[in-house]
Antibody, heavy 121, light 108 residues
């Protein structure tokens, strides 16, 4: 069965960086984009960007350009998201999600369990 | 950038009642790229509807989606206790995904 398993919770100081990992199993890793979505406490969902596991190509939401880097390692079916220059308002649960994307459809069909990142001095 | 506005913010209903949730886009959205998700506390979102009206695998038929252009609707025909949650619409376009701000369906 398809699973996305994320790394554990992190506590970081303002200005630091954080890397969250997402290990995929149960399907061909290079066949689907991996997207990253975050959710601040009590707030809605915010799309951050995506990585193409096949080519490594990325697209980032404009808000995160210059601060986020999404990578993948096909040998271990893992996608990573690194966010730098952390601020207190980056405190959120970060999700990876598998994206189904064709000319006729787009949606996220499987999600990781989420990783809480807390930014606090 | 297309903005999705969901209404109402909160819907207070009783089990067995019908829920109608709205998602309005600031510009026309392809129905192919409109999806709905359900999220319960402490859980990741769960795909309900893709392509504006296609139920995802395992989703009960009390959930239905409709709409086109700028106006989309998620309907829950008869609320079950497990349906009380937050619902998000999501669209894709120009290589960017966007979510609405969510509608909370709470027990009255």
């Amino acid at each position: 069965q398809v699973q996305l398993v994320q790394s554990g919770a992190e506590v970081k100081k303002p200005g630091a960086s954080v890397k969250v990992s997402c290990k995929a199993s149960g399907y061909t890793f290079t066949g689907y984009y991996i997207h990253w979505v975050r959710q601040a406490p009590g707030q809605g969902l915010e799309w951050m960007g995506r990585v193409n596991p096949d080519s490594g190509g990325t697209i980032y939401a404009q808000k995160f350009q210059g601060r986020v880097t999404m990578t993948r390692d096909t040998s271990i079916s893992t996608a990573d998201m690194e966010l730098s220059r952390l601020r207190s308002d980056d405190t959120a649960v970060y999700y990876c999600a598998r994206g189904v994307s064709t000319w006729s459809e787009f949606y996220f069909d499987y999600w990781g369990q989420g990783t809480l990142v807390t930014v606090s001095s | 950038e297309i903005v999705l506005t969901q209404s109402p913010g909160t819907l207070s209903l009783s089990p067995g009642e019908r829920a109608t949730l709205s998602c309005r886009a600031s510009q026309s959205v392809s129905i192919s790229y409109l999806a709905w998700y359900q999220q319960k506390p402490g859980q990741p979102p769960r795909l309900l509807i893709s392509g504006a009206s296609t139920r995802a695998t395992g989703i009960p038929d009390r959930f239905s989606g409709s709409g086109s252009g700028t106006d989309f609707t998620l309907t829950i025909s008869r609320l079950e206790p497990e349906d009380f949650a937050v619902y998000y619409c999501q669209k894709y376009g120009s290589s960017v995904a966007t979510f609405g701000q969510g509608t909370k369906v709470e027990i009255k």
